[in-house]
């Protein structure tokens, strides 16, 4: 069985700070992979970032970097430099991307001018 | 187009009518997935396919839930009189399906539907 827990329901963030949205996992395969995904106001999901369980750094993917800790099974995502376009609701999940994955609550994401 | 498409965007129905959800994948793409979100809830995986071969339906609520991809393009989600509480919307995702666990999902619009 899998599990993502997002304990941060809500998040006020001030333009151009850099922001952290927590997530921790439980999972019993071996190889997995965590992703993060952002939806907008519009609806849609949109990928921003994987890190593999054996990657050995953390990803970053532009503004965007993935703070793995597997012995803390924790996979945070932080935003650099906030923007107003960065406002919208983010999920965690994990899973091998080939086969299903299994998503967290969400953080809904305010960036403030 | 380049990304998932998904149709109809919007469905409205009677309680104890049938729909289809239709998913068209990024083109190449071998896996396909659906899954369904409530409001203010994540995805919740429903059922996937590598191909036409349906590998995984353990997500699939009930019997009343089908789905197929007969000619490993396409895909159908089939709800058979439907019930208020399966209104939510309704995604699918495709992936290249050959990078393991890496494989990146790519989520199409989404289908909302409405059971009155």
Redesign the interface.
């Known amino acids: 069985a899998q599990k993502i827990t997002q304990t941060q329901p809500g998040m006020f963030v001030q333009e151009k700070e850099a922001v952290t949205l927590d997530c921790t996992y439980d999972t019993s395969d071996p190889s997995y992979g965590l992703f993060w995904y952002k939806q907008p106001s519009s609806g849609e999901m949109i990928f921003l970032i994987y890190q593999g369980s054996y990657d050995q750094q953390n990803a970053t993917e532009g503004r965007y970097s993935l703070n793995f800790q597997k012995a803390r099974k924790s996979a945070n995502l932080v935003i650099s430099a906030s923007q107003l376009g960065d406002s919208a609701m983010y999920f965690c999940a994990v899973g091998r991307g080939n086969e299903k994955l299994t998503f967290g609550t969400g953080t809904r994401l305010t960036i403030i001018p | 187009g380049a990304g998932v498409s998904q149709s109809p965007r919007y469905k409205v129905t009677k309680r104890g009518q049938d729909v289809a959800l239709r998913c068209d994948p990024i083109s190449g793409h071998v ?1 396909l ?1 659906w899954y369904r979100q409530a409001l ?6 429903l059922t ?1 396919f ?1 191909y036409e071969a349906q ?2 339906k ?2 699939l609520p009930n019997d009343r839930f089908s789905a197929e991809r007969p000619e490993g393009s396409i895909s159908t989600l089939t709800i058979q009189r439907t019930e208020q509480r399966d209104s939510a ?1 309704y ?1 699918c ?1 495709s ?1 290249l ?11 199409g ?2 289908t909302r539907l409405t059971v009155l």
């Open positions: 896996s997935y203010g809830q994540g995805p919740e995986f996937y590598n590998q995984d353990s997500g919307m995604r995702a992936s399906g050959t990078s393991g666990s890496s494989d990146t999902q790519y989520f619009p989404g």
